[in-house]
């Protein structure tokens, strides 16, 4: 079943504490590290949220 995990920015832009927490979590839900990271950005190039998606195998 696919799973997805979403950072947002809590003041627009995603700061690097907001990005190490994001992937702190990916990390504790046991998402691969060859996972592609997608980023929505703004048009000055500031991160404004990124996601991952991952399969969980519940059986």
Known sequence: MPTMLRAVGAEKDLTLDELHHFVTA?????????????AEVS?????KEVETSFSRDDG
Do not use: F, Q, S, Y
């Open 43 to 47: 048009t000055t190039g500031k991160i």
């Open 26 to 38: 990916a990390r504790e839900a046991g998402v691969p590290g060859d996972n592609v990271v997608r």
